[in-house]
């Protein structure tokens, strides 16, 4: 069994920081790349930040400059910093993470619950 948890959200104010961390836990052999979408209320599920294990990173263009993204490969987790938050950026937050399981031919994508971020205006 492949596990994914997020943590880290809350109810900040406009302008204001939140650090998110994802954690992958269970039977596997090694981690592709991790991403991050969200979903206001209303709206579609929509891809925020990726990561891979190499370190490489692409952000949409609406959080450039606001957020960043990390991984510790050691802790299989991923981290995404937060700052500059406006009303906008309001949502749930899941992660997503692409892990190849022990004794799995094939990785396969594992979704987290989801992390609520209010950004008070």
């Known amino acids: 069994q492949v596990q994914v948890v997020e943590s880290g959200g809350g109810l900040v104010q406009s302008g204001g920081s939140l650090r998110l961390s994802c954690a992958a836990s269970?039977?596997?052999?090694?981690?592709?790349?991790m991403a991050w979408y969200r979903q206001a209320p209303g709206a579609q599920r929509e891809l925020v930040a990726t990561i891979t294990s190499a370190g490489d990173v692409n952000l949409v263009d609406s959080v450039k400059g606001r957020f960043t993204i990390s991984i510790d490969n050691a802790k299989k987790t991923n981290y995404l910093q937060m700052s500059s938050l406006t009303s906008e950026d309001t949502g749930v937050y899941f992660c997503n993470a692409y892990v190849r399981p022990i004794a799995s031919t094939y990785p396969r994508y594992v979704w987290g619950q989801g992390t609520q971020v209010t950004v008070s205006s």
């Open positions: 269970g039977n596997i052999e090694s981690v592709h790349s």
